[in-house]
């Protein structure tokens, strides 16, 4: 760029380049000479930046001829005066820009260079590796101190003195050569400052700035040599300090590279030891065959410290008593990897998978301890899963899928109920980690409307706990702003004193995001506004479920081994690989398990007391029982009651046989058989009758009704013994429903043998066709059968047949009670009937369509108005109870006609006793069948009923949910609750004492 500028002595055209390495200036002067214009360049100096190096043309210095007419030399002296006062501002005004630039520059490069400090923390913690850590420790404060403050080289201090000293000499020569053209343009009478006329006045002027010059050129000369000398200095310091922050770089970079190699080769060698170890371990069992298999196997730390956990799984108190064990809990966004962690910690892949679809629906407490062998099992099944076989594994998967799904119900997607698994292997952290359900932003139309809410209640109940290990699961393939479960977090524990942040994905994170450094604030709590003990980086596959644990850990070692963001210095390697993470939360683990299990024991002994004295007040005669324990007292009680029966002798077996057969059978020998009998006309036609009708009874229904007979009665006696227990002083009602509960259910179940029936339908044929009666003692019974059994059916149509017409005139005098309308037609309409049979005293038991007529007739007469079907109704009970009349009188009759009738001289003696001989065979085959049955009762059926309660009540021992409903009240409560505290207190003093014993 040029710009011309009128000066004093002339015009300036002022050239200034764009590079940026360099700048120039020169100076032009004009001078018309009629129509000619001639212009002298005079370039006064170059100027190098500070940044390069000095070369040996760092000055070029011109020849001295410029081919100037002499009569031009006083004005271009003078204006190379002018010039040369301002080159001092200008050199000035550089160097200061120069320097500004360089120290700027220097900061630029010193804040690239990384911090030293990430040497402090970069060794693992085993202790094979601390001599390392020694050398590097050592090898940063060398470093430090080897770092020289900036010098002066001596040879650059030379070469710039040396130039210095040549641009002084000729600018000197050029000066004088100047001066001389002046005076001697002054001898001729020529001059270019007046066009031709001489003014000594001016002439004494430029003399006189030449003088004055002279103490400023040597004041410029000391400072552009100071200048050049720092300039120098400054370039050579920067060029070696270069050379040293890439030297150091690259020691660093290799440092780290030999860090991770040490660090993967400890722990493949740690790996080879272990599995070495197991492989032993399994020799010495085979060798010692049934003398290992048989010891008692002491159980280890963590063992015992999952069991506790078992037990505070279901306890729940109303003492304020809770559960506040330290536990590993494993939270993150759904298909964060929060599974896959866990795997990695367990090294097996243990739990199912879905693409996209929510799999851990229940909270997964898995124990981790070290074994010889790699086996999973679950806490209620005595299976153990081994972990080495991929069939078992995939069998394990199914397992904890089907426990999850049946875990949820009533159409809920996620459940609290908790499902404890055990894992033991060689080299596995000890550990209890609790995996719950991804938090998830969106319910969808296959979940329960209230999932999202379930999912995070189980999370904040499991947070809550003051002592529980927060491992927080972040994807790093995802954008940081989309993570739920960060606030959550950040929320339960603001200040992270029990938080670990755990960066997953880490491949695809470096895959996809653009600028590292959003990695190194998310590993360093500057991202997320949640703190944290620690923050790892872990890679979990590569997307595959058939990989294995080994091919995962070996593509995550060679990940880190090469990352960009590990050699680059983003992350350490302590915060790298899913082992370092295991390391690190097993410690935090265990520190908060010897801090807080004491302070919890102390409060179950509390807890402890207090249920104990509440005890004492209320039940201060009875032994603590729990449901268990009840539940077997009730057992062995019922089953002391099955065991009664055997006291029942034959002889009231056979009683309440008889007496239940009869009242199943009294309707249908009445209804069926008796009166259809009675109608004849002659004893031959009633026997005939009778026989017919006995038979089919007997082939059809009786059987299976008799064996319906022989189960009640076994039921109503074993009541009955029941019953009887209630009333002793040693009963406790605390057993009646669960008593009431098993004889029902057992009961509803029996079923009697198939062949009994058969057996009876013949021995009751065989009864019923014998119709010779023995002795006179026979016949008497028979007699008094019939009596009591016409009588009994006589009161019963007695009463049915006041039900119908209502109260009598005496009742309703003395009880103030008065018939209905109904009733008062039913009266007149019995009046009517009882005229007829006191007519025909041997009439039918059926109406002719002529007696209806004259009844209805009648019966209107008195004005009541009636109809056949009403006037029929009514007949039954009426001529039931002539008929019945008619019965007893004939039994009473037949008491003194025995030996007429084993003469045969009935219808000599106008008796007929054809009754008392039906109801004979009656009463035979009730005694034969009833016999029959007493047998098989005491034989079989007695112990089929206990085997049918002894089912019963193993499956009511089985069903926890049965006991809690057939066993209720404060007592049995109390008992649970107390008896849970004792076995959470004695485990937890049991762990404590283990725990010291091993420090």
């Known amino acids: 760029m ?46 190098y930046s500070s940044l390069r190096p000095l070369r040996g043309d760092l000055l070029k210095l011109p020849g001295p001829n410029y081919g100037i007419p002499s009569r031009g030399i006083g004005m271009i002296i003078a204006r190379v005066l002018r010039g040369a006062l301002k080159i001092r501002y200008l050199l000035l005004g550089g160097t200061i820009a120069g320097g500004s630039a360089l120290a700027k520059t220097y900061e630029e490069w010193k804040e690239a260079l990384p911090d030293a400090k990430f040497l402090e923390d970069l060794m693992p913690s085993q202790e094979e590796l601390d001599a390392i850590r020694t050398a590097l420790i050592s090898y940063r404060d060398k470093i430090k101190d080897s770092v020289p ?32 053209a002046a005076e001697e343009e002054k001898s001729e009478g020529t001059g270019l400052f007046t066009d031709g006329k001489e003014e000594d006045g001016e002439f004494l002027t ?58 993967l080769k400890y722990q493949k060698e740690v790996e080879r030891l272990e599995k070495e170890n197991k492989e032993l371990r399994k020799s010495l069992m085979l060798r010692a065959g049934d003398k290992i298999a048989h010891k008692k196997i002491k159980k280890s730390l963590i063992d015992m410290y999952s069991e506790v956990l078992d037990e505070l799984c279901d306890y729940d108190s109303s003492y304020d008593t809770q559960d506040h064990l330290p536990r590993v809990v494993v939270v993150g966004d759904q298909s964060s990897g929060k599974t896959s962690v866990l795997e990695m910690v367990a090294q097996a892949r243990i739990f199912p998978r879905g693409a996209g679809e929510m799999m851990t629906r229940a909270p997964v407490m ?49 459940s609290h109920e908790v499902i404890s698994m055990t894992v033991k292997g060689p080299g596995l952290q000890r550990m209890v ?11 969808t139309t296959d ?49 992270g004193k029990r938080t670990i942040f755990v960066l997953t994905k880490v491949d695809l994170a470096e895959e996809n995001l653009t600028n590292p450094d959003r990695i190194r604030k998310i590993l360093s709590g500057k991202l997320f506004p949640m703190k944290a003990l620690g923050y790892f980086a872990v890679v979990t596959g590569r997307g595959s479920k058939e990989d294995s644990i080994q091919a995962i850990k070996d593509y995550e070692e060679s990940f880190f081994r090469s990352s960009r963001i590990f050699k680059g210095g983003v992350i350490n390697s302590h915060q790298c690989t899913t082992r370092n993470l295991s390391f690190a939360v097993s410690e935090c683990f265990w520190k908060m398990v010897r801090d807080t299990v004491e302070q919890q024991a102390d409060a179950f002994k509390a807890t402890r007391f207090n249920l104990e004295t509440e005890w004492k007040n209320n039940f201060p005669r009875t032994r603590e029982l729990d449901r268990d324990e009840l539940f077997e007292k009730a057992r062995g009680e019922i089953l002391d009651e099955v065991v009664n029966l055997s006291q029942v002798s034959p002889k009231q077996w056979e009683d309440a046989l008889s007496k239940k057969m009869w009242e199943k059978m009294v309707t249908h020998i009445f209804e069926n058989i008796y009166l259809p009998a009675a109608q004849t006309e002659n004893s031959g036609t009633f026997n005939t009758t009778a026989d017919i009708k006995l038979k089919q009874w007997a082939d059809g229904m009786l059987p299976k009704k008799c064996v319906e007979v022989g189960w009640e009665t076994l039921e109503d006696e074993f009541r009955k013994f029941m019953e009887r ?9 605390i057993f009646d429903s669960l008593k009431a509960c098993v004889v029902d259910e057992a009961m509803r179940r029996h079923e009697w043998e198939d062949k009994a029936a058969d057996v009876l339908r013949v021995i009751q044929l065989n009864a019923l066709e014998d119709r010779s009666v023995h002795d006179k003692q026979q016949w008497d019974a028979a007699c008094k059968f019939l009596e009591d059994s016409v009588k009994d059916k006589l009161n019963t149509t007695e009463s049915t047949l006041r039900e119908m017409v209502g109260p009598s005139t005496k009742e309703q005098w003395l009880h103030w009670s008065y018939p209905t309308e109904e009733q008062r037609r039913r009266a007149a309409v019995k009046s009517e009937l009882e005229n007829i049979l006191k007519s025909d005293y041997k009439h039918k038991n059926t109406l002719t369509y002529d007696e209806v007529t004259q009844v209805r007739k009648n019966s209107q007469a008195q004005g009541v108005d009636v109809d056949n079907e009403f006037i029929r109704e009514t007949w039954h009970p009426v001529y039931r109870r002539h008929f019945l009349r008619r019965a007893l009188a004939k039994a009473y009759d037949c008491r003194k006609a025995f030996y007429a009738y084993h003469q045969g001289l009935e219808g000599e003696l106008g008796v007929e006793c054809n009754d008392v001989v039906l109801f004979w065979r009656i009463q035979q085959m009730i005694r034969i069948t009833a016999n029959a049955l007493r047998q098989q009762v005491m034989n079989r059926e007695a112990r089929r009923l206990e085997k049918e309660i002894k089912e019963v009540l193993e499956e009511y021992g089985c069903d926890r949910d049965k006991k ?36």
Not at 377 to 388: N, P
Not at 433 to 443: E, F, K
Not at 477 to 487: G, I, K, L, P
């Open 447 to 495: 979940m329960a409307s209230d999932t999202r809410e379930a999912i995070r209640s189980i999370s904040e109940q499991y947070m809550s706990n003051p002592n529980a290990i927060i491992l927080c699961i972040q994807d790093g393939s995802v954008d940081a702003e989309r993570s739920n479960v960060t606030d959550l977090v950040s929320q339960m524990d603001p200040q």
């Open 725 to 733: 227990a209630k009333n002793s002083k040693d009963h406790d009602n």
């Open 149 to 180: 403050d900036f010098t002066l080289d001596p040879k650059l201090k030379e070469l710039g003195e040396s130039k210095y000293d040549q641009l002084m000499l000729w600018f000197k020569e050029r000066l004088d050569d100047a001066i001389k």
């Open 2 to 47: 040029q710009k011309l500028v009128k000066g004093r002595f002339g015009y300036i055209i002022r050239v200034v380049g764009v590079s940026q390495s360099r700048w120039a200036r020169q100076v032009l002067t004009t001078r018309q000479d009629g129509d000619q214009v001639k212009t002298v360049v005079v370039p006064i100096i170059r100027h």
């Open 366 to 414: 898995v124990t981790l301890s070290e074994g010889p062998y790699h086996i999973a099992s679950f806490k209620d099944s005595t299976r153990e899963f081994d972990l080495t076989k991929e069939s078992e594994l995939s069998e394990l998967r199914k397992e904890v899928e089907l426990r999850m799904r049946n875990s949820v119900r009533l159409g809920r997607t996620v």
């Open 206 to 263: 430029l003399s006189g700035m030449a003088n004055s010059l002279t103490p400023l050129l040597k004041d410029f000369s000391s400072d552009l040599k100071q200048h050049a000398i720092s300039f120098s200095a400054m370039g050579s310091a920067a060029e070696k300090e270069r050379e040293k922050a890439e030297t150091i770089r690259e020691k660093y970079e290799g440092l780290q590279e030999e860090l991770m190699q040490v660090q």
């Open 964 to 999: 809690e409903q057939l066993l209720t009240g404060r007592r049995v409560m109390l008992a649970e609750e107390l008896k849970r505290v004792r076995q959470i207190q004695e485990k937890l003093e049991e762990f404590i004492y283990a725990l010291n014993a091993e420090k």
């Open 433 to 443: 980690l609790v995996d719950l359900p991804g938090i998830i932003s969106t319910v």
